[in-house]
């Protein structure tokens, strides 16, 4: 069973863009998780999808969204970057993030705001 | 909300059992997870516990659970170099699928 796949890996951006980063869950799973990790934050809770719809976001500026389609693939926008927008971005897929059910991360996608 | 605690480095000979630890404020977390994080990688998991469970065991790794302290730990015996990484501690908590730790720095000696 394939894992949970992210596109693209690597992104190079200069402050004031916009950048859409794509996640694929585990076949079958229906829960997106986005996080975002920083050396001095660590891991951070963006928002989390579940049948193309968000159920929770975390504590982030309106210039992070994202949105889930109907295979389940999802996708985060970040618009306006900043230099401090420079993170390592992790999806996880599980069947249902809020019902405690496991979370199985991708490999990110590293953004670099220059 | 949820606060999860670590300590951030950990230093130990191939061979010998590691073991790091982890506190947490949730009490009302059904599982509570355990990941590992080698350079420039995603997060893997490597085991998790229920929480009305004391210990879990799988091949080189056991979980102990301390829900009075809210204390948990995840013991690694016979550490090898391949097990240096950062190990994470994450427990759900209310709307928030995981709230993770900062982190254990593992370091193995050879």
């Known amino acids: 069973k394939a894992g949970v796949t992210q596109t693209p890996r690597y992104l190079i951006k200069t402050r004031g863009q916009q950048v859409t980063l794509s996640c694929s869950p585990i076949?079958?799973?229906?829960?997106v998780s986005w996080y975002q990790q920083t050396p001095g934050q660590g891991l951070q809770f963006l928002f989390e999808?579940?049948?193309?719809?968000?159920?929770n976001k975390g504590n982030f500026p309106g210039r992070f969204s994202g949105r889930q389609f109907s295979n389940s693939r999802s996708e985060m926008n970040v618009s306006t970057l900043e230099l401090g927008d420079s993170a390592l971005y992790l999806c996880?897929?599980?069947?249902?993030?809020?019902?405690?059910?496991?979370?199985?991360f991708g490999p990110g996608t590293r953004l670099t705001v220059l | 909300g949820e606060d999860v605690e670590q300590s951030l480095f950990l230093s130990v000979r191939e061979g010998d059992s590691s073991v790091i630890n982890c506190t947490y404020t949730?009490?009302?977390?059904?599982?509570l997870y355990w990941y590992k994080q080698e350079p420039g990688a995603g997060l893997q998991l490597l085991t998790y516990?229920?929480?009305?469970?004391d210990m879990k065991q799988d091949q080189r790794l056991t979980v102990l659970l301390n829900k009075k302290d809210k204390h948990l730990s995840l013991r690694i015996a016979d550490t090898q170099t391949g097990d240096s990484a950062i190990y994470f501690c994450?427990?759900?908590?209310?709307?928030?699928?995981?709230?993770f730790g900062k982190g254990t720095r593992l370091s193995v000696i050879a």
């Open positions: 949730d009490s009302s977390s059904t599982y």
């Open positions: 516990i229920f929480s009305n469970m």
């Open positions: 996880a897929s599980s069947w249902d993030a809020l019902d405690a059910d496991t979370q199985y």
């Open positions: 999808y579940f049948s193309e719809t968000q159920r």
């Open positions: 076949s079958g799973h229906r829960s």
């Open positions: 994450a427990v759900p908590s209310g709307n928030t699928p995981l709230v």
